[in-house]
Each structure stands twice: as C-alpha cells, then as structure tokens.
T-cell receptor, first 108, second 114 residues
Framework: QQPVQSPQAVILREGEDAVINCSSSKALYSVHWYRQKHGEAPVFLMILLKGGEQKGHEKISASFNEKKQQSSLYLTASQLSYSGTYFCGTDNTDKLIFGTGTRLQVFP | EAQVTQNPRYLITVTGKKLTVTCSQN?????MSWYRQDPGLGLRQIYY???????DKGDVPEGYKVSRKEKRNFPLILESPSPNQTSLYFC?????????????FGPGTRLTVT
C-alpha cells in the first residue's frame, strides 16, 4: 500500500520553510526521499533507517518516527533550486513503494 | 562517467508487438529495479533484482518480464504491450547490497502503445 504524502502541493517564496510529511499503514524498515525536477529523473536526497541511521547528500533534514510509521522532510530557507516534486518511498522488505508526491514551487 | 542508461528514450508502438527496453549501469551495482510513472500515481515498482539471476516482482509486475544475466544489464520486456502500459519508465540501480538504498535513476523511457 502506498504511503500517504501531505500536503499534495506547496508554494513558497525564496527563504521560506516547508515540511513534507509521509505516513504508512505498515511497519517500516526505512524511509527514502527523492526529488524530481520537471522532465528529469528522480534524484536521491536521503534515507532514514530504523534505529536512527541517516544517509543523505544535501543539506536537507528529515525525521523518522518508527512507532508512528511517519517521516517528515524539512526544507529550510528554501531556494529556487528546491522546486520539484518530492517523493517518499517506504520499504519493509526489498520492495520500495513510493508515495504519489508533493509538488513544491519556490518563487523569487 | 558513472551512469544508468536506457534505450530507447522514446518509443511508439502498437498493441501486441513485443518490445524490449534496455537498461545498463557502469557502477558495478548489485541492486537494479524498474519503475513506471503515471500522473497522480507516483513511481510504482515493476520488478527488481538483488543480483545476477535473482529477480522478484514489485508492486505492478503484470504484463512485464525481466532478466538479469549480467550484473550491468537489466532489460524490461513487454511480450504483448497494451495501451494501459503507456507510461514513463525508469530504470534504477543501487550500490548497497541487500536493499534498495540510495538509487541512481536512468533518464527514462517514454512509451506509447496505440
């Protein structure tokens, strides 16, 4: 079952903050976050593992509440380059199931 | 350059005509996967492979086949394509054995079945 993302869309001014949430009805082993710009392939942002380990490329922070089966992605001091669609992915085996995405638009 | 390549990038075909979309990675990754992306539905996993000769079904495997005879290649086969398989397809690979961790995506293949 797909994780549920909220909100579905966010509009920001440069420098503003945003939070994107991801929740699952199943117990999770890990949560993955990706960003996809229009017409491009998804790009890995971060993975949060059960037990607290995190691995990511960019200066983006996230949290993973294992008990609530929820994760949140925190985008602070947003830049124009943050625009795109953000997907969370969850897995409790070897399968990765993505949410339907949150579209983020950052304006000057 | 480390990358995942897919061919073709665009394909228009007719119902029932067998086709293969190739995927190749030059990073010696063990894990490879295929996804389809449809508006409003996000990315859905079709098949994945943990290593050579090891493949398994994802969330939407019906109508697709895969093979993993070499580590670098993971072709997606549509034996008898139908219009509901019109979609944007992504291949991805991951360096981490044992799971779909940090994934590198190919550029995508836009398939139209008429």
């Amino acid at each position: 079952q797909q994780p549920v993302q909220s909100p579905q869309a966010v509009i920001l001014r440069e420098g503003e903050d945003a939070v994107i949430n991801c929740s699952s009805s199943k117990a999770l082993y890990s949560v993955h976050w990706y960003r996809q710009k229009h017409g491009e392939a998804p790009v890995f942002l971060m993975i949060l593992l059960k037990g607290g380990e995190q691995k990511g490329h960019e200066k983006i922070s996230a949290s993973f509440n294992e008990k609530k089966q929820q994760s949140s992605l925190y985008l602070t001091a947003s830049q124009l380059s943050y625009s795109g669609t953000y997907f969370c992915g969850t897995d409790n085996t070897d399968k990765l199931i993505f949410g339907t995405g949150t579209r983020l638009q950052v304006f000057p | 350059e480390a990358q995942v390549t897919q061919n073709p990038r665009y394909l228009i075909t007719v119902t029932g005509k067998k086709l293969t979309v190739t995927c190749s990675q030059n990073m010696n990754h063990e894990y490879m996967s295929w996804y389809r992306q449809d508006p409003g539905l996000g990315l859905r996993q079709i098949y994945y492979s943990m290593n050579v000769e090891v493949t398994d079904k994802g969330d939407v495997p019906e109508g697709y086949k895969v093979s993993r005879k070499e580590k670098r290649n993971f072709p997606l086969i549509l034996e008898s394509p139908s219009p509901n398989q019109t979609s944007l397809y992504f291949c991805a690979s991951s360096p981490t054995p044992g799971g779909p961790y940090e994934q590198y995506f190919g550029p995508g293949t836009r398939l139209t079945v008429t």
